[in-house]
């Protein structure tokens, strides 16, 4: 059974049936259904991937000194790696071009330009995000901040999308620590939503629409997983999937490069915490995908945007079952079954795990 909320803040009716809630960040609605939870479990259960346990492995195009399938070979590197993406999903420099066909505003399309660079987080190949030591994922958010700051100010730049993509179950095939950076001309749709959502909200209060949810976070708790003096890590109140997390800064600033040495290192902390308590929760590498949202990089000031980071992972009730997106989800809204106060509890019982010594 759903424990009760801590703070009472919610009323006990809509704890225990079912309810819709707002994101504010995009301004749409999910559905909970907290009653749905003792059904029984019929649907398709996944295999568990093996867990990598080689430090290098001759057959992986990411790890020090191997050759990658466009031919390059990577340089014996002993931290942090990072190169242009071999096959990229986005090119430098298309031709410009727009169209919409007999000015009706239905087929509309336009030339997109940008860049993507892979970001080998460790030259070791059976290491994950939760596994390396804080110092070393200090060292990896430097090098964020520096691709984020390089990118950010190339021309026709104006968006930069740091993110990873781990596991089989998020259709990442090498297990390699790594993640991907998409630079691009335009906001895509994501960050463009809360863009408009930072604004509407600064404009009708005056306020940051993050900074206003981190004080009611912090004086509810229900949701809390982790945190320190810079970060906050919760479970959103209006999270979709089962064991989302958000990660929030403490004061306000639009992009990471505005974090100094201390606030570096908290970040490492808290992403280890919460990587940590994925694997732990779940007893296995937990796959997810996340990245950080961040100010757009269009020479804009932004003062509207709180720097904030995303994990969803995919994972419903354990390793082996997983959350689909389908029927009324697709059709309808997006749906789910513990409540984020539920998923929130659990996640702070478990326990981070120690980091992998050399
Ligand atoms: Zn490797
Ligand atoms: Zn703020
Ligand atoms: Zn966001």
Redesign the pocket.
């Known amino acids: 059974m759903m424990p009760p909320p801590r703070s009472g803040l919610i009323p006990q009716a809509l704890q225990s049936s079912p309810h819709r809630r707002f994101n504010p960040?995009t301004r749409e609605w999910v559905l909970v259904s907290p009653q749905r939870t003792e059904r029984p479990w019929q649907g398709q259960t996944e295999r568990q991937e093996p867990e990598s346990t080689q430090s290098y492995d001759p057959n992986c195009y990411l790890c020090p000194g191997n050759v990658r399938a466009g031919g390059a070979r990577n340089p014996s590197y002993s931290h942090t790696f990072v190169f242009d993406n071999d096959f990229a999903g986005l090119q430098p420099d298309t031709p410009a071009a727009h169209v919409d066909v007999g000015g009706k505003g239905i087929l509309v399309a336009q030339n997109e330009s940008g860049i993507c660079r892979v970001v080998c987080f460790s030259p070791r190949h059976d290491l994950t995000l939760s596994r390396m030591p804080t110092a070393e994922i200090r060292s990896l958010i430097d090098v964020w901040v520096e691709e984020f700051q390089s990118l950010g100010r190339k021309p026709g730049i104006n968006y930069v999308q740091i993110f990873e993509n781990r596991g089989l179950m998020m259709g990442c095939s090498n297990p390699h620590p790594h993640g991907q950076i998409w630079a691009t001309a335009t906001i895509p749709n994501?960050?463009r939503k809360?863009q408009e959502a930072f604004a509407e909200y600064q404009k009708q209060r005056g306020a940051c629409l993050l900074c206003d949810y981190v004080s009611l976070e912090e004086a509810s708790g229900d949701r809390m997983v982790c945190g320190n003096e810079y970060f906050l890590a919760v479970v959103p109140f209006w999270a979709v999937w089962p064991y989302e997390i958000m990660l929030l800064s403490k004061r306000h600033m639009g992009n990471m490069s505005a974090l100094d040495a201390e606030a570096r290192s908290a970040l490492a902390d808290l992403l280890k915490c919460v990587t940590s308590r994925y694997d732990n929760l779940f007893q296995v590498s937990c796959p997810y995908s996340m990245g950080f949202?961040q100010q757009p990089t269009d020479e804009m000031e932004h003062r509207e945007w709180h720097f904030?980071a995303?994990f969803f992972p995919p994972l419903l009730r354990s390793a082996t079952i997983r959350k689909f997106m389908v029927g009324f989800e697709m059709l309808g809204s997006p749906q789910r079954d513990i409540t984020p106060e539920y998923a929130a509890e659990k996640l702070r019982q478990a326990k981070v795990v120690p980091s992998r010594t050399k």
Do not use: G, I, Q, V
């Open positions: 960040l994501e960050p809360e949202h904030h995303h």
